[in-house]
């Protein structure tokens, strides 16, 4: 008998397990019809302003919303310049093109697929107005050399943690999460996150009051009292089925990520024991981060050929990514070419993305690895 398909991630089995707090708490949405805005999202708001700890947090239609509203709050015009990752998901340089802003991309670490420090820092110029950290993965990006410098030119500092909510770094002697460190935070609720609605779903978290108010406001077209309208904004709430959803999965988050690191842990013996340590190179943490493996990204030797004969075995994987930003053909204006960030590039030959979710078993693991034992001749 064939055994079943192992996707990267089963998000069935994740909602056996709150089946029932689920339902209960949609139930008070639906007996509440207040569907946009409503008090579930204030709650929602709360809870996560809580759980960071931040000041303010404001929900919005998704990830990418999220990052386009930081953005607008910060008034970026055409010219002004934003550093950031070409290897990362597009909505984190969309956000700044749409607007006229010029992306301005550093090479990346070999070893964490997070922007370089010395980079970014050799990157800043008067025009610089934000730089968009993106903790890729579910790894924080070190912030603490980029945070001083930044403060001290006035350049803000926002966070793309869509892929890494609950995720911290050591700052000094305190751990600061993903999204509490930087200007502002922007999350992505999308259902495949490790926090994932039933739906579309983002959120930007500001440490200014004033910016916060901007935000609040730009999420509703722009206006303070409804049909009054002070600037253009955009239409980009959070609705409240999905704030009812997102709360119950707060409460089990910290759990769900000790799980997933967990299953981290557990590839990286497998790896050893299978002799797979030559070919396969595991994340690598750096020291001071907690690591939440939004996605478990290995580099490896003939990645296409790999993820092909895993694919024959009835295992799923993923690229994350196969181009990088700078050479997408709607950035080519930008003037990039092959070459220009040659560690980017690398990743995009040889990064592999292998299930990981709080539930995968260490089973199923064992069948990942002697697939990859198989495939690479170590047994
Ligand atoms: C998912 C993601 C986004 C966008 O989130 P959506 O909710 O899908 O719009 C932005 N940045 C990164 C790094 C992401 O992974």
């Given at each position: ?11 069935k089995r994740?909602?056996h ?7 209960g ?33 404001v ?5 990418s ?13 055409p010219?002004?310049?934003v ?11 969309s956000?700044?093109?749409?607007l ?8 990346v ?8 420090t ?6 800043v ?17 070190p912030?603490?050399e ?41 999350f ?9 609605g ?5 959120m ?15 999420r ?7 049909y009054?309208?002070?600037?253009v ?29 967990l ?25 001071g ?13 003939r ?12 295992i ?7 181009l990088?930003?700078?050479?997408q ?8 070419g ?6 980017a ?22 069948r ?11 047994s």
């Amino acid at each position: 008998m064939k055994p079943d398909y192992l996707p990267t991630l089963d998000l069935k089995r994740n909602y056996h397990r709150i089946r029932q707090e689920i339902q209960g708490a949609l139930n008070e949405v639906l007996d509440e019809q207040s569907f946009i805005l409503g008090p579930a999202v204030s709650a929602f708001e709360a809870d996560v302003a809580t759980y960071l700890p931040v000041s303010h947090a404001v929900g919005c239609a998704s990830g990418s919303d999220a990052l386009l509203l930081a953005l607008m709050a910060l008034d970026l015009k055409p010219g002004d310049e934003v550093i950031t990752s070409p290897f990362t998901f597009f909505a984190t340089v969309s956000a700044i093109t749409r607007l006229g802003a010029k992306p301005v991309f550093v090479d990346v670490d070999p070893e964490t697929y997070n922007m370089k420090t010395d980079a970014v820092l050799a990157s800043v110029t008067d025009r610089t107005r934000a730089v968009i950290a993106v903790h890729l993965f579910g790894q924080m990006v070190p912030l603490e050399e980029i945070d001083e410098e930044l403060k001290g030119r006035g350049i803000v500092l926002v966070e793309d943690a869509a892929q890494a909510f609950g995720s911290w770094r050591m700052k000094k002697n305190e751990p600061v999460r993903a999204g509490a460190w930087g200007d502002l935070g922007c999350f992505s609720f999308f259902p495949t996150k490790n926090l994932g609605g039933y739906g579309d779903g983002g959120m930007i978290t500001a440490r200014d009051e004033a910016l916060a108010r901007r935000l609040r406001s730009l999420r509703v077209h722009g206006s303070g009292r409804t049909y009054f309208h002070e600037e253009v904004g955009l239409n980009s709430r959070l609705d409240s089925l999905q704030a009812a959803v997102l709360r119950v999965k707060l409460r089990h988050l910290d759990e769900w990520n000790e799980e997933r690191r967990l299953v981290a842990d557990r590839y990286g013996l497998l790896f050893a024991e299978a002799g797979l340590n030559d070919v396969v190179q595991a994340p690598t943490v750096l020291e001071g981060n907690s690591h939440i493996f939004h996605q478990y990204v290995i580099r490896c030797s003939r990645r296409d050929a790999l993820q092909a004969f895993l694919e024959e075995q009835g295992i799923a994987s993923r690229v994350y990514y196969p181009l990088p930003l700078h050479e997408q053909r709607c950035f080519a204006f930008l003037g990039h070419g092959k070459g220009d960030f040659p560690t980017a590039e690398a990743l995009a030959e040889d990064v592999l993305a292998l299930p990981v979710f709080p539930e995968l078993t260490a089973s199923e693991q064992e069948r990942v690895v002697d697939a990859m034992a198989h495939f690479y001749g170590q047994s």
